[in-house]
């Protein structure tokens, strides 16, 4: 009987065991559950409600989005993706000990990544993307031993990727693109020997590519793009056979590729290599790549030829080598367009902007219906648009700009109904625009600019509902603008029309084009006055109506354009007052009324306290307006107070008496001064005296014989102060170039006594070399006044950066040595002469060219002597003193004349020089120009800015890095500051290192600094 306590005992025991094991058990239950509570009240927006069903009426493995164990039920998964929750993660999410599955991804989650997240030691699948944590990535992410996924991309997270990542040996998949990571890739990462999956791409890391992950042996994809990298691909990475997916774009990279990298990577389908500093050619091996679908290797710098035959590809859809120098010297380089016709699932081909030659083959129209996208604008294409380019039923974007395609638009362009965007502007395309163009009813952009393009523009046009852009400028169209194309009200971007021969007024229609951003019609035929209804364009930014026969005043309407930043009226036979709200645009950055009828008052507020920013020269009848601009007063009606006769007149002579005492010595002062009170003073007389007898001397008689009495035909040129005729001398055949001055103008005398005194006291090689001066009456006895100049063969530098048509270009040699010369001019004119001058007007289309392309600067009209002080000789009663885009920023507020607003100048060429955009294109405005779009590229962006009609068959090796030398010293010599700009010498220099580094020959001309 003594065993019946002892099982009494046991019984106790056992319950009390089952007691605690029971207690226990809604011990850990409740942790899960306070963890789960503590999780949702973080949440502060539940757009799906979908929390609503954590409550205690149901056991909490029963709420939405929670997994549990069977065996303890314990909370195992979090799975919320998509759902909208905004708030930040609980840091009492570590209760959840037993969570293996934690998917927040897709919603906006914000604040920092708790530290406690990594004591969930059990935790396989962390998944968070494309939420908004910020803060840095904890270091103690080491705990989470069992980690296999880590997905944290499209968040904010800051500061460097932790070492302790690579501690996560099971890890197969680490994704962290599109965040704020900074600092470099560390090494450890290659000790992830389970990942398949690497992505740091879209942040800001930057260093070499550690050879370390050529251990990841596993690894399939790998994407390091969008970020700071450089230095070469390391070696051991072409040692993973494994990867499929490899993309490097948009860093810093370099080298060349290795001749085998497509059969390293034999299962790579897609390989995304773009905006890099690749060089080499294209590996051979590409034959071999036959699972390859996507490849991207533009902006780079590859060369020679795309292989003729691409291999056995059929599963391609994307083909990408645009930007780059690919091409051969002895052209034919079109071959490979056979072979990818084969290819029936390409969708995107571009070879845009290389140095591709030969005829376009008509394979192209063999293309598979699948091809969407067709980029082969900006090489050297030559032949005609294949009829057959209709066949390509599915294509929505065609470029074949700037090519030297020549024939008419093939009609079977208008079988093409899914065509967005067509462009074959820069061409030699001639014929009619075709009516059936209207037909497209789907197409957005139209750009058929610099063409030789005839006839009228067809009304058809206006059928093109969805259209937001028209470039029709450059061409030889006639007739009037058709009011159908007035009533695109889609209209959103550009409708450019200049340069044509275009007649008529602007249809009333215009003010449907409620979104319009630029409208351009300058340099035609057309007429009538500005019609009211332009005012709706509320949207306009540029507006250019230059260049025309437009009459009558600005309408009041025009002062709802509160967009607008570029404004140019000049040249038509506008007339009244220049309206006050001018003045009051916000935007306004360019205003150009010059050489209209304008009258009265000019106001003295808004931009017309920025000399530099507007215009009004050839307007005899204004007064008033700031004290820089040195207008005539205006009387209590806003007209011109005139002077006495007497008081003019003494004036005049005053004037003269002073320039003349500059001119000549004081030996022949008295002789001047009797001169001075001719009726007609012969400078040329003087000057040549003066200068012993060297200039030959030539009547007008023998300068009208020599241009066949000035005959239009032989205008070479034309500026506000004179018009330029080729001649021929009878008398010992030498061509000249001789500027007549237009002595109705009030600046002309200025500028041809201001020419004459500094052509006679300069003697350089790349200033321009003048002949003679005439200084008398024509056959009606009327004044006459010309300088007459060596004649130029190759016209000016601008008409070389900025060809009308198609043709030869100026290469990198060509460019830098040109630069050189006009820097070497300057030196001269700042230092060595005996007075030293400034230019005061320097820009392309007063840089003439010779026989060799070299340099000669011309046209000194605004030129001074800085020795000089005597009042007036800083400061210029013509506005503005220089070029719009040239000028120095310091000359719009009063600033003295100075080498420093020269040096600006030259900064400025030399930036056009190089990229090809002139400083007044429409892309600029505002702050954002030349110059700021240069600096914001470099050095990441070259291939951005460069002219991409670079002819670099030459150039080998470092060009990129003299490229990128050449333009800081633009840079440099067009800082905003004057005080700040490069000294003259110290461009020279730099530009002579840049030429060596590049081993360019002088042209055979010489060093001529």
Known sequence: MVMKPNFSLRIHTLASIVHLAVAAFHLTNETDYQGLLAFKGHITSDPSDVLSSWNHSVHFCDWTGVRCGKKHQRVTAILLPSLQLVGALSPHIWNLTFLRVLDLQGNHLNGVLPE???????????????????????????????????????NNLQGQIPAELGNLIKLTTLLLEKNQFTGQLPPALGNLSALTKLSTARNHIQGTIPSHLGSLSNLEEINLGGNNLSGHIPTPLYNISSIH???????????????????????????????????????STIT?????????????????????????????????????????????????ITSLTNYTKLQVLSVFMNRLKGILPSTIANFSSSLTQLFMGYNFISGTLPSGVGSLVNVQFLYFQGNGLSGTIPSSITRLQNLLELSVSHNNL??????FVG??????????????????????????????????????????????????????????????????PIPFQIGKLVNLDRLDVSENDMSGEIPSMLGDCAMLELLQLGGNKFVGSIPPSMSNLRSLTYLNLSRNNFSGEIPRFLADLPFIKILDLSFNEFEGEVPNRGIFLNLSAFSVDGNNKLCGGPPDLQLPKCEGGGGIKHKSKKTARMRTILVIIIIVVVIISILVGIAAIILCRSKRLKIGAVIASSAKDHHPQLSYGELSRATDGFSGANIIGEGSCGVVYK????????????????????????????????????????????????????????????????????????????????????????????????????????HQCHIPVAHSDLKPSNILLDNDFCPRVSDFGLAKFLAVKASGTESSSMGIRGTIGYVAPEYGVGGKVSP??????????????FTGKRPTAPMFSGEHGLREFVERSLPDGLNRVLDPWLCLEEVQGNLQQCMISILKVGLLCSDTQPNERMDIREAVAELKKARNSLGLQVSGRGDNA
């Not at 997240?117 to 989470?144: D, V």
């Open 439 to 504: 037909n497209l009813t789907s197409l957005s952009k139209l750009f058929l600019e610099n063409n030789m393009l005839e006839g009228t523009i067809p009304a058809s046009i206006g059928n093109c509902t969805h259209l937001s852009i028209l470039g029709l400028d450059h061409n030889h169209l006639v007739g009037t603008v058709p009011q159908e194309l007035f009533s695109i009200s889609s209209f959103s971007g550009d409708l450019f029309l200049a340069a044509n021969h275009l007649t008529g």
């Open 727 to 830: 001649g021929v001398l009878s008398s010992n055949g030498q061509d000249i170039a001789v500027k007549v001055l237009k002595l109705e103008e009030e600046s002309a005398s200025k500028s041809f006594m201001a020419e004459c005194k500094a052509l006679r006291n300069v003697r350089h090689r790349n200033l321009v070399k003048i002949i003679t001066v005439c200084s008398t009456v024509d056959f009606r006895g009327e004044d006459f006044k010309a300088l007459v100049f060596e004649f130029m063969p190759n016209g000016s530098l601008g008409k070389w950066i900025h060809p009308v048509r198609d043709g030869a270009r100026l290469s990198v040699s060509q460019r830098l040595n040109i630069a050189i010369d006009v820097a070497a001019a300057l030196d001269y004119l700042h």
């Open 900 to 913: 420093e607003g020269d040096i600006y100048s030259f900064g400025i060429i030399l930036l056009e020089l």
């Open 288 to 336: 071999n790549a036959s699972q390859l679908q996507f490849i991207d290797m533009g902006a780079n710098y590859l060369v020679g030829p795309i292989p003729v035959e691409l291999g056995g590809h059929r599963s391609l859809q994307l083909f990408n080598f645009e930007r780059n120098f690919l091409g051969t010297k002895e052209g034919d380089d079109l071959g490979f």
């Open 116 to 154: 406690e997240i990594a004591q969930l030691t059990r935790l396989q699948i962390l998944g968070l993307t494309n939420n908004s944590i910020e803060g840095e990535l904890p270091r103690n992410f080491s705990n989470c031993a069992d980690l296999r996924e880590l997905l944290l991309n499209g």
């Open 430 to 435: 001639s014929g009619a625009i075709p009516f």
């Open 245 to 283: 997916y490899f993309a490097l774009a948009s860093n810093s990279l370099g080298g060349t590729l290795p001749p085998d990298i497509f059969s390293a990577f034999a299962n790579l389908h897609t390989l995304y290599l773009g905006l890099n500093q690749f060089s080499g050619s294209i590996p």
